[in-house]
């Protein structure tokens, strides 16, 4: 059956105007060369820098979560109502670590098109991992409206009755963890990486673990949900802004958002974050590497002068371009790898 995925060509907090509707999902052969993806004019884009494993449903067909995503999605145009996982293997079979990666796009698509800085489907941050032995997996969450995301019309904060996105990212974790052993992958290695509004999915992935967002779905939904590990880049909606409180600039407003819940449980955390952000600002990013530190967490924040926002793996001739050397002493450093 062919779905409509909204896909966004690059990231930010809020709703970018490049949007590119593809329907369904490229599928890749294992072994075989990926294909060119048409392009919304007829044109080829670029095919992805590498091939995934294989796409793993993150629900059975007749869950009553994604029966009730859809339905609250159903009004919507291009709504991704059938999340699911693109598995991207490395060479090496022995048994390492997984990343499970969250693409941004503002809680309202999800940034893996043809002119994504991660790559399309996200292939190019898979390379990256994947060639450094550590399995990458693609999460493509539920989309619009499914986290924390500004309302143009009404110009405020929405956060959704039912937090969908971090219920395919809790879902995803499960999946992974308990397919460990036939996936290649350390059941006690495995961590989350997020971009943007995929920083905050990572954020509140690795602070809500301690229950389900859901009623167990079958045997895979008895592992443990905690990451051992998390890179949240560039994370939105950290702050009380997000909750609308004004002026934006107030102590009040710039204090954590309530809905992360900091302890010492939470995994070792590497913040990466850029200071000339002028979508997700570095003190979004700061406000938590404090809140982690109060608690007595184990926090890096990595600071880099320029790079924007969305740099994502892209080599753009600016300070973040260190960023991904970094995160790989980070994991050496804490065991990870």
């Known amino acids: 059956m062919k779905r409509a995925i909204r896909i966004l060509l690059g990231f930010g907090g809020a709703m970018l105007a490049s949007v590119l509707p593809v329907y369904g999902t490229a599928q890749v052969v294992p ?5 060119d993806v048409p392009a919304q004019n007829g044109t080829q884009a670029a095919a992805p820098s590498m091939a995934y494993w294989r796409e793993v449903p993150l629900w059975p067909d007749d869950s009553p979560v994604l029966q009730a995503g859809i339905a609250a999605l159903a009004h919507e145009s291009w709504a991704l109502t059938h999340p699911s996982m693109l598995v991207y293997r490395p060479a090496a079979r022995a048994p390492g670590a997984a990343v499970l990666v969250f693409p941004g796009g503002g809680y309202k698509a999800l940034g893996i098109g043809p002119n994504s800085s991660l790559g ?3 292939s190019d941050v898979c390379k990256w991992l994947t060639d450094a032995g550590i399995t990458c997996v693609l999460v493509k969450y539920r989309v619009p409206n499914t986290g ?3 309302n143009p019309v009404t110009k405020r904060h929405e956060s959704p009755s039912i937090p969908m996105a971090l219920q395919d990212a809790q879902r995803a974790m499960s999946l992974v963890r308990h397919n460990a052993a036939e996936w290649g992958i350390d059941p006690d290695h495995i961590g989350v990486m997020g971009f943007s509004a995929g920083g905050n999915l990572a954020v509140l992935s690795s602070t809500a673990f301690a229950s389900r967002t859901y009623a167990p779905a079958d045997a895979a939904d008895a592992v443990s949900l905690r990451p051992d590990f998390a890179i949240p880049v560039y994370a939105g909606h950290m702050t009380m ?3 609308n409180l004004r002026p934006k600039d107030s102590p009040a407003a710039r204090a954590l958002n309530t809905d992360i ?6 995994p070792p955390t590497l913040l990466i974050h850029a200071k000339d952000d002028a979508v997700d600002p570095v003190a979004y990013s700061e406000v938590y590497d404090h809140a982690l530190r109060e608690a007595g967490g184990n926090v890096t924040l990595i600071r880099y002068e320029t790079g924007g926002h969305a740099f994502g793996v892209r080599r753009n001739g600016t300070d973040s371009d260190r960023w991904t050397q970094d995160a790989m002493r980070w994991l050496d450093d804490i065991g990870m790898r």
């Open 148 to 150: 924390c995301n500004w």
């Open 241 to 243: 802004e997000h909750k």
């Open 120 to 122: 399309l489907y996200g």
């Open 31 to 35: 072994g075989a060369p990926s294909t």
């Open 261 to 266: 819940v900091v302890s010492a449980a939470v």
